[in-house]
């Protein structure tokens, strides 16, 4: 049924539908939404599962280990600081090879004390071996939850489901809620592999020497390499029952193109905007949106940019000392390429800035104009300021 | 659209697992901490002088069981009914719940307790030890004399209590008027005790040379025969007649003799008997003024009864000192003399002089004194000096070879003269003597330092006795040692009384009764400290699993070959019922 919800709640209603045994959250903004409703669900029986209240995010992530080891389905949701603090054991969860799913808002990294979007906060957790999938509305952001459990339950690893603070945490859209018997067609009650057994009594977890370290490790690879074709069987699965997919990847008008811009989250459709209008104007453009970042799709990303002469990547985030993390991964993907389109790196929106459709036709302009690019990135509308304290 | 990769399933899957149980690991070789269970004293049972296992009745109380909450009080008090009512409570000022919010109602769970019983008309089951063959006689009734009868009993003693009035209780009796202690409760607690087999002579006072007989038919004599003569102003004027001694006029409102007093009485004094008196001669009709000649904030009298006297319309007149009374047409005139407040003694109690010139006089039909009492006769006191006389905190003790063996207790030794501490005196004097006659003089001291209630000066029976509480350390809980964590605030529970109108109009009890509801909640609010109410965190937390659920009273036990000594439990352990100790490192190597 649609209704109009805001994207938490389009997270909310699809852990709902999970039928999700065990939720434990630590309240942070823009997060706090998402488990404030589900905290209701817990309570007035809506749901049949336990909330664990918990001093903190490290406390939060910690207890779903302890749940996820004894075979349930988990849940939590974070957010920048708080995302933070759980990263010791977000390493945990996916080297236990647990499927706990998680909702991340992505909410710029204080100081300056901010409480707006930015992908910083996710992305510095890109090497603790968790799916990331980026998510563009408030209906994706739905599908993809429901989807997460499938995927971390196949994979047997952790899966963050990412949406922009505010954009699309806080924005009322039509959302179209299945059913839940649907819900249940397509994602059958949780299977563990390996769950606590009193009458088996072992450990999980513990010392690994270096004699088997390595192949665990490997393992956790070998999983993640399946990821990509088993999320388009899922997706086919998917739309075969509720009539939508949106892709690991988009490719918008890209075949044609000689110039591709890149983008992740809300950001998107802004750009879909721009595209169609400079389409109109004549200009040769395409979008690619990226949802899928862990593990990344390399080679669908140098297939769909093959005949590009340029890419820009619109980064809201940024790696210190280096550069807009999406587009080194763009280059590091497209660098073995014996013609490869150039990658032009624009660093733009960061702690919750609009991202204006003039912001980014003004990027495709730049980069069109450009004979090669200056610098790993170029920061795009920044004030002038005095640099003194 | 992408290259499709081949679905391996299951997906490769290795993790860190061992196939087997884990317990050949014994965990328990890294400890070196060792916690333990280990019970210890909550500071209101060490300010209680009787002595009584607060923390426990409270848990007792908070559980439903109220006989055994019940019986827990008699084991160190014979009077829960009375101390429940009367009692000055030092418990609750020491409770470690006053740090957190306020302290636990301790003197209205105990009168619950005690009108719970005799409304179900409960019999205690309290240990009585084998016959002694020893016969103690008990001078005076009141609640020291009965106190040592009570706990001589127990220890097997034949105990004759020896009462000069018709009937039993001394300044229970006599002296604390009904609005506060209705006569049943009394009665009530005095036959409990005749219940153990003590014998109570009324209406025979005793002469000074029963003491010395050298046939007696006693082989040791209690005295205990308080402060019952009202010390006089030694004013002029005293001795014209109209002046009585507050003592007396409660003895007789209490035999009946008094109806109704009119005009205005004055009442010289600032004790609980001065505030007794005030409030008695109030409910008699009387308009009231007490004389005090220091601040009513350096008045002895309990504060609560202070304030419900004012709440009776009674005025306090303070700095002010009787200096002559003289008699006008039957009535009296008092000069007071005006005092002032010159300095302030340690205690913040107010040193005086009085103002020169400063006197005012002051009309009244009735002048009650209520400064002090001291003994009827000199004999009852201890000896100032001699040999073989041992002087305890509460009692003191007269060897004397050949003859009954003496011991002063009450009023006659108190520092505090309060019902708990006559309690207080007879049970060290039943203590002292059945260490006396078992192991000798020079045991006495030694023995009743065992019976400590923490650092004391409070002293246990059941300790003595070695039950369980012998048991617990004698480490007094602070708060600081409290994992506050796990209590909520809660507001104590206030005590229903009789509107002031009712209350003024007749002698009728004005604490009202609290139901078994409120009780519970109100035990609940109870920390228990030191004690184990089996709360289990010791178990949910221990991250070994090395607390083991046991089918006995104590609950559980650590499995020390898996406790790695990390003190999780010792600090989620709310009331401070475990210890972390270092590990003696002999035998491990």
Not at chain 1, 226 to 246: D, K, P, S, V, Y
Not at chain 1, 340 to 358: K, N, Q, S
Not at chain 2, 327 to 346: A, C, W
């Amino acid at each position: 049924m649609r209704q109009v919800i805001e994207g938490s709640h389009a997270v909310s209603e699809a852990v709902r539908l999970a039928r999700v045994q065990v939720i434990s959250a630590y309240p942070i903004t823009p997060q706090t939404h998402i488990v404030e409703r589900l905290s209701e669900y817990c309570a007035n029986g809506t749901m049949n599962a336990r909330f664990l209240r918990v001093e903190s995010e490290h406390s939060a992530m910690a207890a779903l280990i302890g749940a996820a080891t004894n075979g349930v389905r988990t849940f939590t949701a974070s957010s920048s600081q708080g995302l933070a603090l759980m990263h010791e054991l977000l390493h945990w969860a996916s080297g236990a090879r647990l499927p706990i799913v998680m909702a991340e808002v992505n909410r710029a990294m204080a100081p300056g004390w901010n409480i707006w979007t930015e992908q910083t906060d996710s992305l510095a957790q890109r090497d603790t071996g968790w799916v990331q999938l980026y998510c563009e509305h408030g209906q994706e952001v739905l599908d993809t939850t429901i989807q997460a459990f499938r995927l971390a339950e196949w994979l047997n690893l952790p899966v963050m489901v990412i949406l922009d603070a505010f954009f699309l945490s806080h924005t009322y859209e039509p959302v179209d809620v299945p059913d839940q018997d649907s819900v249940d067609r397509f994602l059958p009650p949780y299977q563990p592999r390996f769950q606590l057994d009193l009458e088996n009594p072992c450990a999980f977890n513990q010392l690994a020497p270096p004699n088997v370290y390595m192949e665990m490790r490997h393992n956790i690879q070998m999983a993640m390499d399946t990821a990509l074709g088993f999320f388009e069987q899922m997706e086919e699965e998917f739309e075969n029952i509720f009539g939508r997919r949106h892709g690991a990847l988009e490719a918008i008008q890209c075949q044609d193109a000689e110039v591709i811009m890149i983008t992740t989250g809300t950001v998107t459709s802004t750009s879909r905007q721009v595209l169609t209008e400079l389409r109109q104007k004549g200009e040769k453009v395409g979008l690619l949106k990226i949802k899928l970042f862990r593990p990344f799709p390399a080679n669908m990303i140098r297939e769909l940019t093959a005949s590009a002469a340029k890419i820009a990547v619109i980064d809201r985030n940024f790696s210190f000392g280096a550069s807009g993390i999406f587009a080194q991964e763009i280059k590091a993907a497209l660098c073995n390429l014996e013609t490869r389109p150039l990658v032009y790196g624009y660093v733009a929106g960061l702690g919750g800035r609009d991202i204006t459709p003039e912001v980014i036709e003004d990027i495709y302009w730049r980069t069109k104009n450009s004979t090669a690019p200056k610098g790993d990135s170029l920061w795009v509308g920044l004030h002038e300021v005095s640099h003194e304290l | 659209m992408a290259s499709q990769q081949p679905l391996t399933n299951p997906i490769p899957l290795l993790i860190p697992c061992s196939h087997l149980t884990t317990e050949g690991n014994k965990t328990g070789s890294w400890r070196f901490l060792r916690p333990h269970y280990e019970e210890k004293t909550s500071p209101c049972s060490v300010a209680c002088p009787a002595g009584e296992d607060i923390s426990r009745i409270e848990m007792l109380t908070a559980e439903g069981f109220f006989k055994e909450a019940w019986e827990t009080i008699l084991m160190e008090n014979p009077f829960p009914g009375v101390g429940g009512r009367v009692c000055y409570h030092p418990c609750e000022q020491s409770c470690n719940r006053g740090e957190f919010d306020e302290p636990v109602a301790i003197h209205t769970l105990e009168r619950f307790l005690a009108d719970t019983a005799i409304r179900y008309d409960l019999k205690p089951a309290l240990e009585k030890l084998p016959a002694r063959n020893k016969r103690i006689a008990v001078v005076g009734s009141g609640p020291s004399g009965l106190a040592a009868a009570f706990f001589l009993a127990r220890l097997g003693y034949e105990v004759d209590v020896f009462e000069a009035q018709s009937e039993p209780g001394g300044v229970l009796r006599w002296a604390i008027p009904l609005y506060r202690l209705p006569l049943s409760i009394l009665n009530q607690e005095i036959a409990q005790i005749r219940e153990l087999g003590v014998r109570i002579h009324c209406g025979k006072p005793i002469p000074q040379q029963f003491l010395r007989e050298q046939q007696s038919d006693y082989d040791a004599i209690f005295l205990g025969c308080g402060h019952s003569r009202g010390i006089p102003l030694k004013i002029f004027g005293e001795d014209l007649g109209g002046t009585e001694d507050g003592l007396q006029f409660l003895q007789r409102i209490r035999r009946g003799e008094i109806f109704s007093l009119q005009g205005t009485a004055a009442i010289i004094g600032g004790g609980n008997t001065a505030i007794d008196t005030a409030r008695s001669a109030a409910r008699l009709g009387a308009k009231v003024i007490l004389i005090y000649r220091r601040r009513r904030q350096d008045m002895p009298a309990f504060h609560d009864e202070i304030e419900m006297a004012l709440e009776e319309g009674v005025e306090i007149w303070e700095l002010q000192t009787p200096v002559k009374i003289s008699s006008q047409n039957g009535d009296l005139i008092v000069t007071l003399q005006q005092m002032r407040v010159t300095s302030e003694d340690q205690q913040g109690r107010a040193r005086i002089k009085p103002v020169p010139g400063k006197k005012k006089e002051i009309l009244v039909q009735h002048l009650f004194t209520a400064i002090g009492a001291s003994t009827e006769e000199q004999w009852y006191d201890p000896p100032k000096k001699g040999t073989d006389i041992l002087r305890l905190s509460n009692c003191t003790l007269v060897y004397q070879s050949g003859r009954p063996v003496l011991v002063y207790g009450g009023d006659l030794v108190a520092d505090t003269k309060s019902v708990v501490h006559a309690v207080a005196s007879g049970k060290q004097a039943a203590l002292a003597l059945d260490t006396l006659f078992g192991e000798g003089l020079d045991a006495i001291s030694s023995k009743l330092q065992t019976c400590l209630v923490g650092k004391g000066p409070s002293i246990s029976m059941e300790i003595f006795l070695g039950g369980v509480r012998s048991q617990r350390k004698h480490r007094m809980v602070r708060y600081e040692d409290l994992n506050s964590d796990y209590f909520q605030f809660a507001p104590v529970i206030s005590q229903p009384r009789l509107l002031r109108e009712e209350r003024i109009q007749s002698f009728a009890e004005i604490n009202l009764k609290v139901g078994a509801s409120l009780a519970i909640r109100e035990a609940e609010r109870c920390f228990n400290c030191g004690l184990c109410n089996q709360c289990d965190n010791c178990q949910l937390f221990c991250p070994e699993v090395a607390v083991i659920r046991d089918n006995n009273p104590r609950g559980r036990h650590i499995n020390y070959d898996y406790c790695k000594g990390c003190g999780v439990c010792v600090v989620e352990c709310p009331r401070n019922a475990m210890t972390l100790e270092e590990e003696l490192l002999c035998g491990k190597s």
